[in-house]
C-alpha cells in the first residue's frame, strides 16, 4: 500500500530535519575539535625539524638555521616544551639526542633528512608563516584544516549512496574514530596526505578518472616521500584487478609509477634522506650521525625485527611518555584485515563495477604488508593511508553489493 501524499510530506519533513540535525551535529562536533586543537595544542618533537626546515627554505647557512631554530623554540614553545625538546632522549655515541642536536650541527643535519623531503608540507607552513602566523602555530594549522577537508570530503562521497543525516553520521565516525581524531592535535603533513589520498580513492572510483586519481597519487609523494609504496601497491593491484579495457594499459600504468619513482628519488637525494635503514634502527636506537649506523646486515635486520615484534603485542594505544599524544594503535591490523575481507567479498561477487573497489583495496593492503617489512612500527601517523580511504570504499563497495543483491533475478547481468 503506497502512502498518501501527507504521509509521503512528512516522511520528506522527517527525513530533512534529521540531516539538518545530524550535519549541525557534525559541524558543532569539528567546531569544537578545532578549537580544542587551538587551545590546547600537542607539541610532538618532529615540529623541531619542521621548523628547521621551514627557516631552510629562506637561510641557505646550516649553522644560521639552527641557531634560528631553536631561538624559535624558545620564543614560541612553553618554557617546560622547550626544556623537554632541548634535555636528554635517546642514548647516542656521543651523548643524549636531543642536548646533541642542540649543539652538533653535524648531528642536526642529520636528523633533518628523517623529514626534509615532505615540501609541500613545509612549503605550506612557509606560505602561513609569510601570513604572519606564528612558525610553531604554523606547524599544525595543515593538520587542522586538512583533517577538516576529510570531513567534508567524507560527507560529498557518503552522499553519492545515503541520504544527508547518514552520511554526516558516518562522517562523524570516520572523523571520530581513534586514528583519525588522534592525528588532529600535532604538528605533521598527515592529514594533508591522508586527504590526497582519499580524494584520489573517490575520483578513481565515483568518476573512475585515472588521470586525476593517478595525479593525486602522485601529489602524495611531495607530501610523504614514503607514500610511494602506496603509490606501487595500487599501480599494481590496478594491473591486476581492474578490467583491461577500463583502466590504463600496462604501459601507461608502468610510466606512472616509473615517475613516482623518479619523484621519490629525487626528493631523498635533494632532501639527503638517510633511507629505511637509519628509520628502520633510529627508532630505538637514535643515531648523531649516521656513520654510527651498524652495517646493513640480515643478521642485524631479522635482530631488529624481533624486537619491535616484541613490542607490538600491545592493544588500544602507544602513547606519547607525556600521556598527550599517541603515537600507534593495532588499529592497522583491523583496516587492513577489513580492507583484505572486503577485497574478497567484492571479488567472489564478480561484478565488473567493483574492480576499482578491489584494486585500491588490495593496493593498500599490499602497501601496508610491505611498509610492516620495511619499518615494523605500528605508529598510526605511518598508516594515514588506510584511516579515511578504506571506510568509505568498503561503504561504497557494500552499498553496491546491496543494491544489487536486491534487484530481481532477471535484472542481473554477470560477465560471461
Same mark, same amino acid.
Given at each position: 500500500?503506497?502512502?498518501?501524499?501527507?504521509?509521503?510530506?512528512?516522511?520528506?519533513?522527517?527525513?530533512?530535519?534529521?540531516?539538518?540535525?545530524?550535519?549541525?551535529?557534525?559541524?558543532?562536533?569539528?567546531?569544537?575539535?578545532?578549537?580544542?586543537?587551538?587551545?590546547?595544542?600537542?607539541?610532538?618533537?618532529?615540529?623541531?625539524?619542521?621548523?628547521?626546515?621551514?627557516?631552510?627554505?629562506?637561510?641557505?647557512?646550516?649553522?644560521?638555521?639552527?641557531?634560528?631554530?631553536?631561538?624559535?623554540?624558545?620564543?614560541?614553545?612553553?618554557?617546560?616544551?622547550?626544556a623537554d625538546f632541548t634535555t636528554?632522549?635517546?642514548?647516542?655515541?656521543?651523548?643524549?639526542?636531543?642536548?646533541?642536536?642542540?649543539?652538533?650541527?653535524?648531528?642536526?643535519?642529520?636528523?633533518?633528512?628523517?623529514?626534509?623531503?615532505?615540501?609541500?608540507?613545509?612549503?605550506?607552513?612557509?606560505?602561513?608563516?609569510?601570513?604572519?602566523?606564528?612558525?610553531?602555530?604554523?606547524?599544525?594549522?595543515?593538520?587542522?584544516?586538512?583533517?577538516?577537508?576529510?570531513?567534508?570530503?567524507?560527507?560529498?562521497?557518503?552522499?553519492?549512496?545515503?541520504?544527508?543525516?547518514?552520511?554526516a553520521l558516518l562522517a562523524l565516525?570516520?572523523?571520530?574514530?581513534?586514528?583519525?581524531?588522534?592525528?588532529?592535535?600535532?604538528?605533521?603533513?598527515?592529514?594533508?596526505?591522508?586527504?590526497?589520498?582519499?580524494?584520489?580513492?573517490?575520483?578513481?572510483?565515483?568518476?573512475?578518472?585515472?588521470?586525476?586519481?593517478?595525479?593525486l597519487l602522485t601529489l602524495t609523494?611531495?607530501?610523504?616521500?614514503?607514500?610511494?609504496?602506496?603509490?606501487?601497491?595500487?599501480?599494481?593491484?590496478?594491473?591486476?584487478?581492474?578490467?583491461?579495457?577500463?583502466?590504463?594499459? *600496462?604501459?601507461?600504468?608502468? &610510466?606512472? @609509477?616509473?615517475?613516482?619513482?623518479?619523484?621519490? #628519488? +629525487? %626528493? !631523498?637525494?635533494?632532501? /639527503?634522506?638517510?633511507?629505511?635503514?637509519?628509520?628502520?634502527?633510529?627508532?630505538?636506537?637514535?643515531?648523531?650521525?649516521?656513520?654510527?649506523?651498524?652495517?646493513?646486515?640480515?643478521?642485524?635486520?631479522?635482530?631488529?625485527?624481533?624486537?619491535?615484534?616484541?613490542?607490538?603485542?600491545?592493544?588500544?594505544?602507544?602513547?606519547?611518555?607525556?600521556?598527550?599524544?599517541?603515537?600507534?594503535?593495532?588499529?592497522?591490523?583491523?583496516?587492513?584485515?577489513?580492507?583484505?575481507?572486503?577485497?574478497?567479498?567484492?571479488?567472489? *561477487?564478480?561484478?565488473?563495477? &567493483?574492480? @576499482?573497489?578491489?584494486?585500491?583495496?588490495?593496493? #593498500? +593492503? %599490499? !602497501?601496508?604488508?610491505? /611498509?610492516?617489512?620495511?619499518?615494523?612500527?605500528?605508529?598510526?601517523?605511518?598508516?594515514?593511508?588506510?584511516?579515511?580511504?578504506?571506510?568509505?570504499?568498503?561503504?561504497?563497495?557494500?552499498?553496491?553489493?546491496?543494491?544489487?543483491?536486491?534487484?530481481?533475478?532477471?535484472?542481473?547481468?554477470?560477465?560471461?
Amino acid at each position: 500500500m503506497s502512502p498518501t501524499p501527507a504521509e509521503a510530506l512528512l516522511g520528506r519533513r522527517t527525513r530533512l530535519a534529521a540531516g539538518i540535525a545530524c550535519a549541525l551535529l557534525l559541524a558543532c562536533s569539528v567546531a569544537w575539535s578545532l578549537y580544542l586543537s587551538f587551545q590546547k595544542p600537542v607539541f610532538n618533537f618532529d615540529l623541531v625539524d619542521y621548523v628547521a626546515l621551514t627557516i631552510e627554505w629562506r637561510e641557505p647557512d646550516p649553522a644560521l638555521v639552527q641557531q634560528r631554530t631553536y631561538e624559535v623554540l624558545r620564543a614560541e614553545l612553553p618554557p617546560e616544551v622547550y626544556a623537554d625538546f632541548t634535555t636528554g632522549g635517546a642514548p647516542t655515541v656521543k651523548g643524549p639526542f636531543r642536548e646533541r642536536i642542540v649543539h652538533d650541527l653535524e648531528a642536526f643535519e642529520a636528523n633533518l633528512g628523517f623529514h626534509r623531503g615532505r615540501y609541500l608540507y613545509t612549503l605550506t607552513v612557509l606560505g602561513l608563516h609569510a601570513l604572519g602566523v606564528p612558525l610553531v602555530t604554523a606547524t599544525a594549522w595543515p593538520n587542522r584544516f586538512f583533517w577538516t577537508l576529510n570531513a567534508i570530503l567524507v560527507v560529498v562521497w557518503a552522499r553519492r549512496h545515503f541520504a544527508l543525516a547518514p552520511a554526516a553520521l558516518l562522517a562523524l565516525g570516520v572523523l571520530y574514530s581513534p586514528p583519525v581524531l588522534s592525528q588532529l592535535p600535532g604538528s605533521s603533513p598527515d592529514s594533508m596526505a591522508m586527504f590526497f589520498l582519499a580524494l584520489a580513492a573517490c575520483v578513481l572510483i565515483e568518476r573512475r578518472a585515472f588521470r586525476a586519481g593517478l595525479a593525486l597519487l602522485t601529489l602524495t609523494v611531495l607530501v610523504r616521500s614514503d607514500f610511494v609504496l602506496v603509490c606501487g601497491g595500487i599501480g599494481l593491484a590496478l594491473f591486476l584487478f581492474a578490467e583491461r579495457e577500463r583502466r590504463p594499459s *600496462a604501459g601507461q600504468l608502468a &610510466l606512472w @609509477l616509473g615517475a613516482c619513482a623518479v619523484i621519490y #628519488l +629525487a %626528493i !631523498a637525494r635533494t632532501a /639527503r634522506d638517510p633511507g629505511w635503514w637509519a628509520a628502520f634502527i633510529g627508532v630505538n636506537r637514535r643515531v648523531g650521525t649516521f656513520d654510527e649506523l651498524p652495517p646493513v646486515k640480515a643478521s642485524f635486520y631479522l635482530i631488529g625485527m624481533r624486537e619491535k615484534l616484541r613490542v607490538m603485542h600491545y592493544l588500544g594505544y602507544d602513547i606519547g611518555g607525556d600521556g598527550s599524544y599517541v603515537r600507534g594503535s593495532t588499529f592497522v591490523v583491523v583496516y587492513a584485515v577489513a580492507a583484505v575481507i572486503g577485497a574478497t567479498l567484492a571479488l567472489r *561477487a564478480r561484478w565488473r563495477e &567493483l574492480d @576499482l573497489h578491489v584494486a585500491l583495496l588490495v593496493g #593498500l +593492503a %599490499i !602497501a601496508t604488508a610491505v /611498509r610492516i617489512v620495511v619499518f615494523p612500527n605500528l605508529w598510526d601517523r605511518y598508516f594515514v593511508y588506510l584511516w579515511v580511504p578504506v571506510p568509505l570504499v568498503l561503504v561504497a563497495l557494500f552499498t553496491r553489493l546491496v543494491a544489487r543483491a536486491s534487484e530481481p533475478p532477471a535484472a542481473e547481468t554477470r560477465p560471461g
